[in-house]
T-cell receptor
Framework: GAVVSQHPSRVICKSGTSVKIECRSL??????MFWYRQFPKKSLMLMAT?????????EQGVEKDKFLINHASLTLSTLTVTSAHPEDSSFYIC????????????FGPGTRLTVL | QKEVEQDPGPLSVPEGAIVSLNCTYS??????FMWYRQYSRKGPELLMY????GNKEDGRFTAQVDKSSKYISLFIRDSQPSDSATYLC????????????FGKGTRLSVIA
């Protein structure tokens, strides 16, 4: 399957700081990537669709000014959680689509964010 | 009613048992169906991918889709302790760059 990496795998930060999470496609280019959030014992919830060279599309209820997404290259999308608060503590996972006529999504290993 | 319903379990079975996991959905526009396995604190791993109704088999895993009933299943034969994980169903309306809608996931424990 396709290879997606995320960095960092885990981050602990103080309330009010900003945290950047990187999502890289290691095997082929990805014009579109997706960012999900997963709370403990809950399912993955789509936050936004990241599009290379254009603005991200955010899901209803997700603050675009708080969760900044940048997709500056065909292999890298970043999610920055600005002014993080304890309620932002979650597991953030990115994914990309296999391409062609298929839409199998391949996920990164996830980033666990803990805001103190 | 949520778009995708999945019993969160937990489900505990003895090693060697046949496991049946399933999801129901409400949106008849879904055409692409997937099952993911997620180990604790890891990203989901794609197990099975099917389009429209029918069965698909891959080793010990069989995926079934019944669009008329809006019901999908994943069967695991000869279950192993290493199968212990959370299994998430996911689906989408279109192919290509389309986000997925996930079930809550079912936590499975296979006891040796």
């Amino acid at each position: 399957g396709a290879v997606v990496s995320q960095h960092p795998s885990r981050v602990i930060c103080k309330s009010g700081t900003s945290v950047k999470i990187e999502c890289r496609s290691l095997d082929f280019q990805a014009t579109t990537m997706f960012w999900y959030r997963q709370f403990p014992k809950k399912s993955l919830m789509l936050m936004a669709t990241s599009n290379e060279g254009s603005k991200a599309t955010y899901e209803q209820g997700v603050e675009k000014d708080k969760f900044l997404i940048n997709h500056a290259s065909l292999t890298l999308s970043t999610l920055t959680v600005t002014s993080a608060h304890p309620e932002d503590s979650s597991f953030y996972i990115c994914s990309k689509v296999a391409g062609g006529s298929y839409n199998e999504q391949f996920f990164g290993p996830g980033t666990r964010l803990t805001v103190l | 009613q949520k778009e995708v319903e999945q019993d969160p379990g937990p489900l505990s079975v003895p090693e060697g048992a046949i496991v049946s996991l399933n999801c129901t959905y409400s949106n008849s526009a879904f055409q692409y169906f997937m099952w993911y396995r997620q180990y604790s604190r890891k990203g989901p791993e794609l197990l099975m991918y099917t389009y429209s109704s029918g069965n698909k088999e891959d080793g010990r895993f069989t995926a079934q889709v019944d669009k008329s009933s809006k019901y999908i299943s994943l069967f695991i034969r000869d279950s192993q302790p290493s199968d212990s994980a959370t299994y998430l169903c996911a689906m989408s309306r279109n192919s290509g760059n389309t986000p997925l809608v996930f079930g809550k996931g079912t936590r499975l424990s296979v006891i040796a």
